[in-house]
């Protein structure tokens, strides 16, 4: 530890209570890596702020003594975002968690950045609400909004990014300030909820958040849908989504990954190319919907639906569902994920998908391919060795040809995972001239460059990871 | 003119066809003024591009003689958007006027920035498809993107931000970006969509919108609810949102807006205040929402439904609402338009319509309640004799105490005709520490100030108009 972290480390121990500032070795560990394949590499610090006056006071601190900072929520983000490439301080926000205010009449929750999407739903299940945007990952909702993320269901409630209302941020000058306010919508000055919404904490620091949220619907059927190959089922989806129905989830779930599921989550599905469907209205509504799209799917060569009614049997479903990623971890002991994440417009999606598992097979990769095919955004999810340089060469030319045929195609190379270390070097091919008013952005806003360096936009001075 | 204007103008022409630049008083007068009480001040050239290339053009010569520039769309803007109170070119649109691709089964197209919502739709139902957002006027996109607009159908649909995938800019420097793709979400940098959208001009110029559009719904049902007094209509709002019952629309119209809507649209309503509502769904559905609605509507003693069910009598109900500002104008001639437009978490809204009402019987000033109730919008609308200081002043006022009383209740200024000259005195109350980042953003990407300066964002040195 050099001088100057010493006093640092020394001046935040002032500033914090002893206890909400370490150096010990297995926590820094812990903060040196996410959920994905991106290697890990620790801080020199971990703190623990409890509210917003304490985290001015680190970022504060952090500038006086020009450290990066890196905010840290339960570190299940896929793209390298909470690793420390440029060491520095990492802020754990577990200790703000709590949900502060619930304004049931107007839909609407304020909560602290470190509150899970469990724990968020689980109180509001008590005033018939719930919150929408389910990534894999029982993630916090700093950390969410952080990389703008989405889940199942945004094909019908959007996705983070639309559940924002307000967000007290932390600045880099340590200024507090609220980029929003409670009214559904707003004209007035621009945009900064969706600016900062996506930022990877390269603008500032969330420690408040309002979100959206919706009563829950009056009836709620789930569907699996069985398909004799997943070309079939994309294009269901796309003739679901081209006749109207408005489809609350449909998620797709190749038939490797359907053995993942039954392996994992105990569970019988036929190991087919599926589609996981839910639809939310009233009962009369839902009954027309739910006939449409039978035919629509029948039409396409669906072999048999099993619908689930019941709360127990559909949470069964989407728990399945959720653990995908964690059932291919647990299937494959002392392997890394690596996730491609693209999203691309509707029409093209058949296409992408079909490409992405002709490369998967004739490569020879482990993994399979799923996503929240409403939106267009779909996952090849690979399990890699990574002491097998080969197999992690040739996954990296796999990621790199699905992002380049998103690309072509007026699509995204992220869909919902954020760009992290991982995805900064598809940025300039997919912004072009853009690129450089967002660095004008990150400059005005970060003018030290001390925000989680290096993520997201890549530093001037060729100081890249 | 000076010399300096004269090289600019004689650089103009040199730059484009002759007929596109002109001096003309008329035209320059016709570019002075938008439809509020704000006062004209024309500019000192006006020029009508027919493609980005030649805007870039433009802008680069504005920035080479320190001129301002203020796109124009049709003058529409309810706040002096468009009035060049700095002098300069007003940049028309009305030239770039094409749909340029409808992608039919992304549900997307793609337009130049001078075409109008109508034109758009009249185009789309071909496919049967349909643009959803509509404010009164029949603005151009581009303009409507300019201010974030929104209308009848944004408590389902969302607002003019939610519709923009993609937009081609022409910055400050003449370089002519993207700011999207075509995928349905995006976690890739710096979200530029949403911060371009509603910025008024002030951080570039728009010269193609990627604009997201909606299949026409199965089935479509209108309704007028007339109520004793509007406490009761307001009230019954409310209980339908928290009810959840999926309403396309819901319009409030006080009875003495339903008199001036008599007046002009050959209209018999009766003259109560009334909720114009709308439903789309399946036909099933539907039926179940509206008898839900029915019951919560008498529940707040609703006198009266009569339903619309056949398109002509629901276009000429929507028609009679989205005239009615140009109602109110023909109904009192030689008068100005003033229209307040806050928003309001939805459990304020009640108290917030009651306030205004009262204090607009309590100032005897002519005018009415109306608005897009479903997201706690409210406009209150006042006609005034811009020659009569006492009621300007008392309008003036009463617009101050809504606004007041809006912020108040962490609402917001103005819901959805922007800031404009009109509404940044509000900005430091609404935004606090927030309105320096966007400062900082302004300056970062309009280094100059030329791009519509003194709108949205007040000049640093004292310069207000």
Redesign the interface.
Known sequence: MTVKEKGLLHELREALKSHQVTTNATVLEQHGKDESYHHPFSPDIVVFPENAEEVSKIVKLAGAYNTPIIPFGLGTSLEGHVIPYEKGISIDFSQMNKILEI?E????VRVQPGVTRSQLNKELKKYGLFFSVDPGADATLGGMAA????GTT?VKYG?M??QVRNLEVV?ASG?????G????????????N??F???EGT?GCFTELTLRV??I??HILAARAFFPHIDDAVEAV?SIL?A?I?VARVELVDDASMKQVNLFSDTDYIEKPTLFLEFH?????????VA?MEEIVSDHGCEAIHFEEDQAARNKLWDARHNLAYAYIHGNPGKKMMVT?V?????ELSGAIRAARQKLDELKLTGGILGHVG???YHALVMLDLTDREEVQKAEVFNEQIVEY?LE???????????GAG?MK??ER??????Q??K??????DPSGLLNPNK?IRKAKGEEE
Chains 1, 2 share one sequence.
């Open positions: 304004r009449k107007d839909f609407l990389t703008n993320a989405s945004s996705v990014r639309d600045l200024e507090i300030i609220h980029t306010n409670l009214a559904q919508k707003s004209s007035s000055g621009y945009n900064l969706h600016l919404v996506g930022s603008l919706y009563g619907p009056e796309v081209q109207g408005p209205g009233n009962e009369a509504g839902l009954k027309q919907d449409f994440d999203c691309v417009p509707i029409s939106d267009g955004n998103a195609r007026n699509g995204t190379c992220t869909g919902e995972h954020g760009v995805k598809y940025q997919e912004h072009g001239g853009a690129l008013v967002m004008n952005i990150k400059d005005a806003l997201l």
